[in-house]
C-alpha cells in the first residue's frame, strides 16, 4: 500500500421538469454515498415546490434515493454538497483476484449475467482474450485497454437500452457502454464488477457540458477498485454517488408519470484547495474508495 490520499469536491446538481397533471412521483439518485472512504461533509436539497420528501438509504448498497410527489407544473431541483474523499491506493502488482469459492456473499451478485452486461454471451470472446493474462488488477486492466482499443467515444451513439453485446457489435458508445462492456467481460472470467454513477471530473470541455459519469467498480484483493473505460476524466475527483449490477439500478431520476425535461442535467464538480486535501490528478497507482460491503 502507498498511502492514503484526500480530496474535497463540491458538487451542484440542478434538475428541472415540466409536470402534467395530476402529478408525478419521483425517485432520485442524485444524493452521493456516505461511506467511511466517501464522507459527505455538508449538503442541502432545495426543491421549488412546497412538497415533502426524503432521503432513504439503501442497506446494501449505501445509494440514497430522494423520493418526492411533485405537483403539476415546472419543478426544479438542486442539490449542493460537500464531498470528502479518502483513497485507498495500493500497488497493482500486489493485487490479485479473489477465487469464486472465497466471495464474500454481498459480492456474489456482481458475477453474474445481468439486463445490459450479458457476460453469458460474451464467454467466448473474454476467454479467447483474458484466460492466458495473469489473474490480479493487471488481468482487469488489460480488459479496460481492450474495451477502449474496441470501442470509439462518439457521443449520441448509443440509447439508454443498449448492452454490452451491442457495443461490441456498433464499436461505437459513451461511457455508459464502455461501462457495461468492460463489466460484462469481467464477470465472464469470474471477476466481480459493478456499475458505478458519479461525476465526470477532469473530462475534456471540448467533449461537452459537465455531467453524470458512468464507471467501473471491480472486486479483487479485499475491496472495490476503481476503474475508468471511457477514459474521459480523473478517476481520484470521481464522487461515487449509486452502486449496481447496470445501469438499470442507477438511473438519476426514474420518474413514475407525464413528465418532460426543461433542460439538461446541469452537473459541476470542483475540487476545491482546502488545507490538508490534495488535486486530484491521473495516477498509476491503484484507487478504491469502496471497502467490502461499501
Known amino acids: 500500500m502507498t ?3 484526500k480530496v474535497q469536491i463540491e ?4 434538475l428541472s421538469y415540466e409536470v402534467e397533471a395530476p402529478g408525478a412521483d419521483f425517485i ?10 466517501q464522507t459527505v461533509s455538508a449538503e442541502r436539497l432545495i426543491t421549488n415546490q412546497a412538497v415533502s420528501s426524503k432521503v432513504e438509504v439503501d442497506a446494501l448498497t449505501g445509494n440514497r434515493y430522494l423520493r418526492l410527489r411533485a405537483l403539476p407544473g415546472e419543478l426544479k431541483v438542486s442539490y449542493r454538497g460537500t464531498i470528502d474523499l479518502q483513497h485507498h491506493r495500493a500497488d497493482p502488482a500486489r493485487i490479485q483476484e479473489v477465487p469464486v469459492h472465497q466471495l464474500p ?10 439486463r445490459y452486461c450479458e457476460s453469458d454471451k460474451l464467454m467466448r470472446i473474454a476467454m479467447k482474450q483474458f484466460a492466458a493474462v495473469a489473474p490480479g488488477y493487471r488481468r482487469v486492466e ?3 485497454d481492450w474495451v477502449r482499443s474496441q470501442v470509439s467515444y462518439v457521443s449520441n451513439t448509443s440509447s439508454s437500452s443498449t448492452s454490452a453485446v451491442e457495443t461490441i457489435v456498433e464499436q461505437v458508445g ?10 460484462a467481460l469481467c464477470r465472464a472470467v469470474n471477476i466481480p464488477a459493478r456499475f458505478t454513477t458519479g461525476t465526470d471530473y477532469g473530462a475534456d470541455p471540448a467533449s461537452g457540458p459537465p455531467d453524470f459519469h458512468a464507471y467501473v467498480e471491480a472486486f479483487i484483493g479485499d475491496r472495490w477498485y476503481i476503474f475508468d473505460p471511457s477514459n474521459t476524466g480523473i478517476p481520484m475527483g470521481f464522487v461515487r454517488i449509486g452502486t449496481g449490477r ?4 442507477v438511473a438519476f431520476a426514474t420518474i413514475f408519470g407525464s413528465v418532460e425535461p426543461l433542460t439538461r442535467p ?3 464538480a470542483v475540487a476545491t484547495s482546502t488545507p490538508g486535501f490534495t488535486q486530484p490528478l491521473h495516477t498509476s497507482v491503484a484507487l478504491s474508495t469502496a471497502g467490502r460491503g461499501e
Request: aromatic share 8%; proline share 6%; net charge negative.
Open 3 to 5: 498511502g492514503a490520499a
Open 11 to 14: 458538487l451542484e446538481i440542478d
Open 28 to 37: 432520485f439518485n442524485i444524493h452521493p454515498a456516505n461511506t467511511p472512504c
Open 105 to 114: 456473499l454481498d459480492v456474489l451478485g456482481y458475477i453474474y449475467p445481468s
Open 142 to 144: 488489460s480488459i479496460m
Open 174 to 183: 459513451v461511457c455508459r457502454d464502455f461501462a457495461h462492456l468492460m463489466i
Open 246 to 249: 447496470d445501469a438499470a439500478d
Open 266 to 268: 446541469a452537473v459541476r
